[in-house]
């Protein structure tokens, strides 16, 4: 064989030129048929895990039929018509037991239930408590009615209601899981501690602790600022009885009832509002609004659905708007605070959830001790 017979180019061997290679290249990144992820394989032509021919859908904007037989199927059985294809359509990733710690480039549920199911929790919480105040209404006198409701027992049972935040979610992604125990339930919102030893599990509970020192300050910090600046900037005084009931709480309060609502939050609100905001909400807004906006976006409306009870003000617009800024700047700081943590720790949530459940442990303890003492 001659040097000359050597160098032949290849495009002249391949039927199709360059041009042709182009078009007929695979640039997907998942399997239009199962949604399963595809591998980086140039000219690939059937989806190593269903088989289903990738040419054909490229070219004819729809699912093959069945008689055809795909050599790397390992189902063996497609469906008996033609699906057309929509290039727009979200297909669900099932994730296998080896899966769900390494989630970071999986498709998860969308914007609309990463945000909608979080307000759906908060509404069924405030209906549950409303729905048993208004049925007390028709049984009880009003003068003790207000006394139940005002009573600290009442504000311990009430919290209770707060596990809904946990059971939405984790109900929600049993579809996303092929072996959907409660455990892979908890390994795929982030609330575990697979993956970790003792030393580590350890190392996540002194970061949640040292956060949640953090957080008291950065809270004290923008309420100050923020206090600030609506006084000397806009010549707005804020009167603090008028715009936090803790005192008001905190005044039926006495040392059991106090450790009891340590419990609750540290047991109940902080797991449940954490597994919902930042391992359902973050968790899913990410992946579909990129790093920034998911963080934000969850930050924002964690302050806003903590602000409910200002609906009172608002016939009183001027006073609405100035105690909600007042009030939304120190919990946009300490979700964002959140958030930043949760991304920091790799999206679990065990130190995330020990600063939320401590910081408002401690919030309660400061404002027990200033009580009694002032």
Request: proline share 4%.
């Amino acid at each position: 064989m001659t040097d000359k017979e050597d160098n032949t180019n290849l495009e002249d061997i391949n039927p199709l030129n360059s041009e042709e290679l182009k078009k007929k290249s695979i640039n997907w990144n998942y399997c239009p048929g199962c949604g399963s992820k595809l591998p980086s394989i140039e000219r690939l032509k059937y989806c190593i895990k269903c088989g289903v021919d990738l040419q054909y859908i490229k070219e004819h904007k729809r699912l093959p039929h069945s008689q055809i037989v795909y050599p790397y199927s390992q189902v063996g059985v497609q469906p008996s018509y033609s699906v057309p294809y929509a290039p727009h359509k979200r297909y669900r990733e099932v994730l296998s037991d080896e899966d769900i710690l390494y989630t970071k480039d999986k498709r998860l549920w969308g914007n609309i239930p990463s945000i909608g199911f979080p307000l759906l929790g908060f509404i069924i919480i405030n209906g549950i408590i409303l729905g048993i105040v208004i049925a007390l209404i028709f049984l009880i006198d009003t003068t003790i009615l207000y006394n139940i409701v005002t009573s600290p027992i009442f504000m311990v049972l009430a919290t209770l209601v707060t596990y809904i935040l946990f059971i939405i979610p984790v109900w929600y992604v049993k579809k996303y899981l092929q072996n959907p125990n409660l455990e892979n339930r908890l390994i795929l919102l982030g609330f575990t501690s697979k993956g970790l030893d003792q030393k580590g599990v350890l190392k996540e509970v002194l970061i949640g602790l040292g956060f949640a020192v953090v957080g008291i300050f950065l809270v004290v910090a923008s309420s100050i600022g923020i206090e600030l600046i609506l006084k000397y900037i806009f010549g707005v005084r804020i009167v603090r009885e008028a715009s936090n009931d803790t005192d008001v709480i905190i005044s039926g309060f006495d040392i059991f009832i106090l450790i009891f609502m340590i419990i609750m939050m540290i047991l109940v609100v902080g797991p449940s509002e954490e597994i919902i905001f930042r391992g359902f909400m973050q968790r899913g807004l990410v992946r579909n609004l990129g790093e920034k906006w998911g963080l934000l976006v969850t930050a924002i409306i964690f302050a806003s659905l903590h602000l409910v009870t200002l609906v009172f003000y608002i016939l009183k617009p001027i006073i609405f708007i100035i105690l909600f800024v007042y009030m939304f700047v120190p919990y946009i700081a300490i979700s964002l605070m959140l958030g930043l943590m949760y991304r920091w720790r790799k999206e679990n949530l065990i130190a995330v959830i020990v600063t939320h459940g401590v910081y408002n442990s401690l919030t309660l303890i400061i404002a027990f001790l200033y009580y009694v003492f002032y």
